[in-house]
């Protein structure tokens, strides 16, 4: 079984539209995470939530919204997609005791 | 908030060459410290980490890290690369007991058969 999965693998679209990438963990962890991926594979962190309540919200545009209808899931909703919005997202997810992240296979996000 | 720097952005190396990546990091408080490697085309899988004790890390695949602390330094090492070990490596840094974790901007290895 899959610890980390998200959804889709591949996601190519046109600017303006409105996408949504979906994730859960079968971990048990308390804390999930959104990182980007640029093209020079610099990871930046985007969100993390903990138990459903959103505790990291890095500088990202609103465009961007997590939602985590229970602690298992994370999703992220990208509205009025950019160019530069193309990266690749990573899901992750850890426990609170701060072993490490575990981390999905990946989004990669194309915006044409 | 905590940050991380990789010195080395592209190693070149034959095969059974030595490697060692630098990685540094800033933050006054205890930190947990981490290496991940990214495989072409797949996510992150952690190499090893390091809490508290030895300072000296041994991980998967014959990977080490060593934790000096005077330094802020976390190098990982390996006597002897392999082919397969061609990857992007990130060096990874928390503070104690938190969950905001901070990555380098990573250093990608390339080793030549």
């Known amino acids: 079984d899959t610890a980390v999965s998200q959804t889709p693998k591949y996601l190519v679209t046109q600017m303006g539209n409105d996408k949504s990438i979906k994730c859960e963990q079968n971990?048990?962890?308390?804390?999930m995470y959104w990182y980007k991926q640029d093209s020079k594979k610099f990871l930046k962190i985007m969100f993390s939530y903990n138990n459903k309540e959103l505790i990291i919200n890095e500088t990202v545009p609103n465009r961007f919204s997590p939602k985590s209808p229970d602690k298992a899931h994370l999703n992220l909703h990208i509205n009025s997609l950019e160019l530069g919005d193309s990266a690749v997202y990573f899901c992750?997810?850890?426990?609170?005791?701060?072993?490490?992240?575990?981390f999905g296979s990946g989004t990669q996000l194309s915006v044409l | 908030a905590q940050s991380v720097s990789q010195h080395n952005h592209h190693v070149i190396l034959s095969e059974a060459a030595s490697l060692e990546l630098g990685c540094n990091y800033s933050y006054g408080g205890t930190v947990n410290l981490f290496w991940y490697v990214q495989y072409p085309g797949q996510h992150l899988q952690l190499l090893l980490k390091?809490?508290?004790?030895?300072?000296l890390v041994k991980g998967i695949k014959g990977f080490e890290a060593e934790f000096i602390k005077s330094k802020f330094s976390f190098n990982l090492r390996k006597p002897s690369v392999q082919w397969s070990d061609t990857a992007e490596y990130f060096c990874a840094v928390n503070s104690y007991n938190n969950n905001d974790m901070r990555f380098g901007a990573g250093t990608r290895l390339t080793v030549k058969p």
């Open positions: 390091y809490f508290s004790g030895d300072p």
């Open positions: 971990l048990g962890h308390d804390t």
């Open positions: 992750a997810s850890s426990s609170m005791s701060g072993v490490g992240l575990f």
